[in-house]
Structure formats: structure tokens, C-alpha cells
């Protein structure tokens, strides 16, 4: 599913979702690791493309990866880094798309960068954001 745009509020109305999905993405991740480290780029390389069939002992713990990662798609976020907990939501701030950023484990979005400016880039939230 393509990204959408997000007002500010929009975003933030979306994050309850986005967070419980990624604690279930991060849950799923911790047991993967746990279970079997080497596998972990492979099965979240699937969960990006549409899955893989050979994820044999692995496959509860990569399917609700694949879930997580999907359902926070189904909303029109962005997952920029899995490990990280890192999603996105395209908004605007004075009328050129940014990105709306969030981590895993903060509470908020507080923070926003140029689309191709990555986490390093971050700003915080300003009156400009639409």
C-alpha cells in the first residue's frame, strides 16, 4: 500500500495503532533473534516483499512480523527501519512533503525530517508542520 499524507493530528491520532502493531513487530523480532540470530535479515527482508515460504521453525514469530509490518502499511506509514522501531508519515510542512518521524518507545511524535535527510536529520516538531 502507497504511503499517504498525514496532518500532524492525523498522525498522532494514528500512532496507538502504529504502536501496538510495532510492540508486536519488536515482540515478534525478539524471538526470532532468540531463536535463531543468523535468520533475523531474511525473514524481515520477507516481511518488506511479501514473504518467503522457507521460514520453517521460525514461521509464528515471522508471520506476526509480517502482520505488524503490514498492518502499520495498511495505515500509510512509512517503516523505515525495523530494528529501530522507525516509521514515518509523509506530511507537509510549508507545503513540501517531509517526513513525520517517529521511534519505537517514544511516546509522541515530536520530531520531522526531509524526505532524504533519514533519522540523523531529525528536527523537532515546528509551527510550519501542517
Avoid at 521460514?55 to 495498511?74: K, S
Avoid at 512533503?97 to 531529525?122: K, M, P, Q, S, V
Amino acid at each position: 500500500m502507497k504511503a499517504r499524507y498525514f496532518t500532524l493530528e492525523e498522525a498522532q491520532a494514528t500512532l496507538p495503532q502504529v504502536k501496538k502493531l510495532m510492540e508486536q513487530v519488536q515482540s515478534a523480532r525478539r524471538e526470532i533473534l532468540r531463536l535463531r540470530p543468523d535468520a533475523l535479515p531474511a525473514i524481515e527482508q520477507a516481511a518488506l516483499n511479501g514473504g518467503n515460504k522457507l521460514l520453517g521453525e521460525l514461521a509464528v514469530h515471522a508471520m506476526r512480523l509480517e502482520e505488524g509490518v503490514r498492518g502499520i502499511m495498511a495505515l500509510g506509514a512509512v517503516i523505515k527501519d525495523i530494528d529501530a522501531g522507525l516509521v514515518d508519515f509523509v506530511g507537509l510542512r510549508n507545503g513540501r512533503e517531509i517526513f513525520l518521524c517517529w521511534r519505537y518507545g517514544e511516546e509522541e511524535i515530536g520530531y520531522w525530517h526531509e524526505l532524504n535527510a533519514g533519522f540523523a536529520g531529525r528536527r523537532p516538531l515546528d509551527e510550519y508542520i501542517q
